[in-house]
């Protein structure tokens, strides 16, 4: 998410530079965002090293601002989805394990307004969905992020298990590129696991 | 950054431009001769340049014939033609006008405005500063005080403030932001308020928005438990401290620039103007997570009457902080009154469902989809609600 | 986002003086198709030129910007006309046609800071594009050959920021007191070869150190000369099959 600052962190990968993106290789399951949530990739992705939150991971194909998938792994109550950006005067919001779908999907807003210091985000469609074999949610969004006139699509899917959210998402460009990757994108959610019973969705 | 601001203002602040610096006020077709001035103008063309194709800037042609129309008759036909109004969707309070005379308003503005008198006011001050272009003085005032800092680089921007990677949204602070010492804040008010008079706009309706914002600001930090910024050099309103001097001073202004006849605040003309925004404005303020400015703004907007999309309002702020049983009863309000929006359906079928009341949250959630069927989550909502597509 | 890609560039120079980049190998295949003139649209570069104080503040100067800007176009152009490729400007543009332009740009700027991420910093490349060179604005970037007039966008964005005085002399003390190295000022460019039918770009180049003052005649023909040294030239004229182009 935090693409505007990338290229500003840019110093900090020099002054880091082994494994600041490492292979995700296709056709092996692999833990996702230091959680339980596994995915297993049908092709090659890279993976960012430095984390975007402490239960959160970002892979991209092209370069994080291009194409950029986000694990969130079992976001726990009264935690954020990602880092804080200024704590002590925007804070972000936190989940609440009681929440439902629009009140996560809202939370995911807000976060992103905050965060990405932008009034410009709108959410579309909101629709039930399995996910990794539970009860969930897919929701589709449109921002653009504060400092760059780049309309980014966005789609998520996820579910409330255990009191804890589960989330995927997947955003880029509007101009070619979220198209072009939203089937890998959906691939990935296909294939995620997450801890708990499974149950039958109708 | 913020504390960059507070550095500069107090530089300001501290001297009093030298007499030989006075400028002599703008009018149109006026360009700039000096190197300094010059140069702040091609700036300014630059940023003017972004904003054209800004995915920032609202273009709706109601909205801004409006706001056009608001600043036309405060300023005459002459002198508004030649003005381009840029309005930014950010939920920041701000306005300002820049010496090439293009002037720019935050939708955080726009929402936190009770009349077209108020807005009239900051309207008025803004084009003060414009007409006695005090953007240029206060330019010269901090070239010379500091070779080191830069006018740019006031605004908060990682490190490299050049106006390519500013904020379109916190574009509308640079006018105000660096420039404006308290004499120059002073003149400006003292020259909005004469404007609202001859243009039949109530006077006292200046000293009551600066008055509203600083309560804000209190709120805000009451609600955050720090101390309130109204007073330092930092917070929202850097750009335009509004102490407790100025407040009294434009109570005078307004004492002594009364209106012949009866006052036109114009605020159900302001209402029927900004409603096809409202909500999406308010939405903004609710989801920056600032309970207590978000509360008192809805409260202040509210000291007519808590209409129903207040009350909404009201509800969607108090869900999004968890308090749950609050919320209810204010969705619940909003219900009971006539135009409630659909939405108020919805936050009253999920707060109901969170507390354990299937049934009732049920029955909220199908009352949404029935007056809202075009719904873009009417899909999840449908099957929250029990409903079979 | 250029500008940002410029701030992180500088901001590498200033940490790490002289420090070994990789070379950006965009498509080395690429010749434009013969028996086809070449039609380049040049978009309204990025430039910023301003100075650098003491704590590395950089102040904008909006009279240089506008004269480099004037003498890069200038400059591109002539370098153009010489390498026998025809080039147009992107003419400003009114309603939609200026948002699809304005669009593109934004979204160039991003691709441009990608690539220069993860080809410039070994340390930072992707490892499925360890030895790839594609990136793409995608083939809608068509439109803008049919706005503009022609099969190839060329980008260009420049950054300079002199050292003042006052900088000069912190960089002598600190030079003395402690063997270290503080950088003169800030000078990175880039440029970029685009062919709209796909939206790829076919060559690129970018240079954190760059040479040439950009203030005069003299020094923006050096930093165009630099910065489009290499550009791809036409096929051969020959008797024997031109070279395919590049994918």
């Known amino acids: 998410m935090r693409k505007v600052a990338m290229l500003a962190a840019a110093l900090a990968l020099v002054a880091a530079p082994a494994g600041a993106y490492k292979l995700v290789a296709h056709g092996a399951r692999v833990a996702v965002a230091k959680s339980e949530m596994t995915i297993d990739p049908p092709i090659d992705w890279n993976r960012q090293q430095s984390r975007p939150g402490r239960n959160a991971e970002a892979w991209t194909l092209d370069g994080i601002p291009l194409n950029e998938v986000t694990f969130y792994g079992g976001i726990e109550g009264g935690k954020a989805l990602f880092k804080e950006v200024d704590k002590k005067n925007k804070p972000l919001p936190v989940f609440k394990s009681t929440m439902l779908t629009p009140d996560v999907v809202q939370l995911f807003e807000a976060s992103y307004r905050i965060a990405g210091g932008s009034s410009l985000f709108e959410v579309g469609a909101v629709e039930p969905a399995e996910f990794a074999g539970h009860k969930g949610f897919r929701f589709r969004y449109a921002f653009t992020l504060e400092g760059e006139e780049v309309k980014r699509l966005g789609e998520g899917a996820g579910a409330v298990v255990g009191g804890k959210l589960w989330l995927i998402t997947y955003e880029a460009p509007a101009i070619h590129y979220f198209d072009h990757n939203l089937a890998d994108y959906r691939a990935l959610v296909a294939s995620a696991r997450i801890p708990g019973p499974q149950v039958t969705v109708e | ?389 | 986002m250029g500008s940002r890609l410029i701030a992180a560039l500088a901001a590498l120079l200033l940490v790490i003086p002289g420090a070994a980049l990789a070379k950006i190998k965009a498509d080395e295949t690429f010749v434009f198709p013969a028996g086809k003139p070449v039609r380049i649209i040049f978009f309204r570069p990025d430039v910023k030129v301003g100075s650098l104080g003491v704590g590395s503040v950089e102040e904008p100067n909006a009279d240089w910007t506008a004269a480099a800007r004037a003498k890069l176009t200038a400059e591109v152009a002539a370098n153009q006309k010489a390498a026998g490729n025809e080039i147009v400007f992107m003419p400003e543009q009114e309603g939609d046609n200026a948002q699809i332009v304005a669009d593109y740009q934004a979204l160039f700027r991003v691709v441009a800071g990608a690539i220069a991420q993860h080809k410039m910093f070994p340390g930072a490349s992707l490892p499925t594009k360890a030895e790839r060179f594609d990136w793409t604005l995608g083939p809608g970037a068509a439109k803008l050959g049919e706005i503009g007039g022609g099969d190839y966008a060329l980008f260009v964005s420049t950054h300079d920021a002199y050292g003042t005085a006052g900088r000069k002399v912190a960089q002598l003390l600190f030079a003395g007191m402690f063997g270290g190295f503080i950088p003169a000022g800030i000078h990175s460019s880039y440029a970029a070869l685009v062919d709209l039918r796909t939206g790829n770009i076919v060559w690129f180049n970018v240079d954190p150190g760059s040479g040439g003052d950009v203030r005069t005649d003299e020094g923006a023909t050096k930093r165009i000369g630099q910065l489009l040294n290499k550009f791809p030239s036409a096929a051969p004229h020959a008797a024997e099959p031109a070279p395919a182009p590049a994918q």
């Not at chain 2, 913020?2 to 002599?24: C, E, H, K, S």
């Not at chain 2, 900051?122 to 005080?145: A, C, M, P, S």
């Open chain 2, 1 to 389: 950054m913020i504390r960059a601001f507070g550095a500069a203002l107090a530089l300001l602040a501290a001297a009093p431009a030298p007499a030989a610096d006075q400028v002599t006020p703008i009018g149109a077709g006026w360009q700039p001769t000096d190197k300094d001035e010059r140069g702040l103008w091609l700036e300014v063309d630059e940023l003017e340049r972004k904003l054209r194709t800004s995915a920032f800037v609202m273009r709706d042609p109601a909205l801004n014939a409006y706001v056009r129309g608001v600043f036309c008759r405060l300023v005459g036909e002459a002198a508004c033609a030649p003005v381009r109004i840029y309005i930014l969707r950010t939920p920041v309070f701000n306005a300002g006008m820049y010496p090439t005379g293009m002037m720019v308003i935050n939708s955080g503005l726009l929402l936190r405005m009770r009349s077209e008198a108020q807005l009239a006011a900051i309207l008025g001050h803004e084009y003060t500063h414009y007409t006695n272009r005090h953007v240029i003085q206060g330019f010269r005032d901090l070239k010379r005080k500091t070779s080191v800092m830069t006018w740019l680089a006031l605004v908060p921007v990682g490190g490299y403030a050049v106006a390519a990677a500013l904020t379109v949204a916190q574009l509308g602070m640079i006018a105000s932001v660096f420039t404006f010492s308290r004499g120059m804040e002073t003149e400006a008010d003292a020259g909005s308020v004469p404007l609202m008079q001859k243009a039949g706009y109530d006077p006292a309706a200046a000293w009551r928005v600066w008055e509203q914002l600083r309560a804000e600001q209190d709120a805000t930090a009451a609600a955050r438990q720090r101390k309130s910024r109204k007073d330092a050099d930092g917070g929202m309103f850097n750009t335009h401290p509004p102490t407790a001097e100025r407040l009294a001073a434009l109570k005078e202004l307004a004492a002594k620039h009364p209106l012949g006849g009866p006052a036109d605040d114009g605020a159900v003309r302001y209402a029927a103007a900004l409603r096809p925004w409202w909500p999406a404005l308010v939405d903004d303020q609710v989801k920056l997570n600032d309970f207590g400015a978000t509360d008192f703004v809805l409260g202040k907007l509210a000291e007519d009457g808590w209409t129903p999309d207040l009350l909404y309002a009201r509800g969607e702020l108090y869900r999004s902080h968890g308090d749950l049983a609050q919320a209810a009863g204010f969705y619940r309000q909003a219900t009971e009154a006539p135009g409630a929006p659909p939405e108020a359906w919805r936050g009253l079928g999920i707060v109901a469902l969170r507390s354990g009341d299937e049934d009732g949250g049920r029955a909220a959630l199908g009352t949404y989809l029935k007056l809202k069927p075009d719904a873009a989550d009417r899909s999840m909502i449908a099957m929250m609600a029990g409903e079979t597509n």
